[in-house]
């Protein structure tokens, strides 16, 4: 159910993906997509914002595993911001959390 899932994508200093809903097998080809637009290729500095979703399951942590690994290829810089205590503990309970650049505001990276 994906009606109620959102990437709204802020362009300034950073690209910011603000993340709302429900990130799973329905909605992250729409994350996917966001991730790879030519805005998000560009940047020197990426920024998922997860502070709105609701729930996360492995399908979308796959998402961001595969950004941060494009990432780090293209010597972009990627950060996560933490997200509710669900999306936290998927996140740390993976070891995914150990992997990414995390924070708790967009402005603590700039």
């Known amino acids: 159910m994906q009606s109620n899932f959102r990437v709204e994508v802020h362009d300034g200093e950073a690209v910011v993906l603000d993340v709302t809903g429900e990130l799973d097998l329905a909605s ?3 994350l996917e ?3 790879e637009s030519s805005a998000v290729k560009s940047a ?3 920024i998922v914002d997860l502070r709105h979703l609701e729930f996360m399951d492995s399908t979308g942590l796959s998402v961001l595993v595969r950004a941060h690994q ?3 290829e293209s010597g972009t810089q990627f950060a996560v911001i933490k997200g509710p205590q669900q999306v936290q503990r998927l996140l740390t309970l993976t070891g995914v959390a ?3 650049t995390l ?3 967009p402005e603590e990276l700039l």
């Open 33 to 35: 997509q966001e991730l």
């Open 28 to 30: 992250s080809p729409i």
């Open 103 to 105: 924070a708790d505001s």
């Open 98 to 100: 150990e992997r990414l």
């Open 44 to 46: 020197s500095l990426v």
């Open 70 to 72: 494009r990432a780090v």
